[in-house]
C-alpha cells in the first residue's frame, strides 16, 4: 500500500465551479501535510499547509480528517490559471527527510 | 526568496555515459534531495543530505550517488546511466530547523534523456 494515495484525475471543470480533491495516508503518526501545486513541466512549489483546524487561503480551502486519515483541497470560483497538478505531501514521521509525495490530481479548467 | 537552481533544463546523455547533475542553494539550507519524478510514480527520494559530507539513501539510491562538499551545492551522479534513469530530476532544499512543518523548495527540474 502506498504511503500517500490521491485519485490522478483528471478533473476537467468550468469556470467559476468549485472542485474538491482528496488525499489518503497509511500512516497515523503522520505529522504534517502540505498541498503543492506543479504546473506542467515546472517545479513543485507550495500552496498550502494544512493544518488540524482546518485552513483558508483566498479561493482555496484544505481540511484534515484524522481519524480518517485523509486530507483534503477545496477550490472555489476555479479560475483558469487553476489548471495545474495538485501534489499532496504528508510528513510520515517527522524530520526532514520523510516527506511523502501523492502522485497528484490533475486539474484542467475549462473556459 | 529562497533559489534553488538547477544547471541543466534538457540533457540527453548515452548509455553507459557518467552523468552529473548540479544543483546549487542560495538560504543556507542544512539539507538537499534529490528526486526523480515519473508518470504514475510521483516523487521518489533518490538521496538526502543533511550536512557538507553526508549522505542518505532514499527510497531508490540503486545506480546513483551524491556528493556534497559545500554546503550550498548538491551533485548527483549516475556513475553509469541507463535508459530506466531517463527522468524528471528534482532538487530540493530545506532548513532542518523547522524540518516537520518548513516545505521543501524546489529547484527547476532537469529532464534528462538516455538514449
Known amino acids: 500500500r502506498k504511503e500517500v494515495e490521491q485519485d490522478p484525475g483528471p478533473f476537467n471543470v468550468p469556470e467559476g465551479a468549485t472542485v474538491a480533491f482528496n488525499c489518503t495516508y497509511s500512516n497515523s503518526a503522520s505529522q504534517s501535510f502540505f498541498w503543492y501545486r506543479q504546473d506542467c513541466r515546472k517545479e513543485p512549489k507550495l500552496l498550502m499547509s494544512v493544518y488540524s483546524s482546518g485552513n483558508e487561503d483566498g479561493r482555496f480551502t484544505a481540511q484534515l480528517n484524522r481519524a480518517s486519515q485523509y486530507i483534503s483541497l477545496l477550490i472555489r470560483d476555479s479560475k483558469l490559471s487553476d489548471s495545474a497538478t495538485y501534489l499532496c505531501v504528508v510528513n510520515i514521521r517527522g524530520g526532514a527527510n520523510n516527506l511523502f509525495f501523492g502522485t497528484g490530481t490533475r486539474l484542467t479548467v475549462i473556459p | 526568496d529562497v533559489k534553488v537552481t538547477q544547471s541543466s533544463r534538457y540533457l540527453v546523455k548515452r548509455t553507459g555515459e557518467k552523468v552529473f547533475l548540479e544543483c546549487v542553494q542560495d538560504m543556507d539550507h542544512e539539507n538537499m534531495f534529490w528526486y526523480r519524478q515519473d508518470p504514475g510514480l510521483g516523487l521518489r527520494l533518490i538521496y538526502f543530505?543533511?550536512?557538507?559530507?553526508?549522505?542518505e539513501k532514499g527510497d531508490i539510491p540503486e545506480g546513483y550517488s551524491v556528493s556534497r562538499e559545500k554546503k550550498e551545492r548538491f551533485s548527483l551522479i549516475l556513475e553509469s546511466a541507463s535508459t530506466n534513469q531517463t527522468s524528471m530530476y528534482l532538487c530540493?532544499?530545506?532548513?532542518?530547523?523547522?524540518?516537520?512543518?518548513?516545505?521543501?523548495?524546489f529547484g527547476d527540474g532537469t529532464r534528462l534523456s538516455i538514449l
Open positions: 530540493a532544499s530545506s532548513s532542518p530547523s523547522e524540518a516537520s512543518n518548513q516545505p521543501q523548495h
Open positions: 543530505s543533511y550536512d557538507v559530507k553526508m549522505k
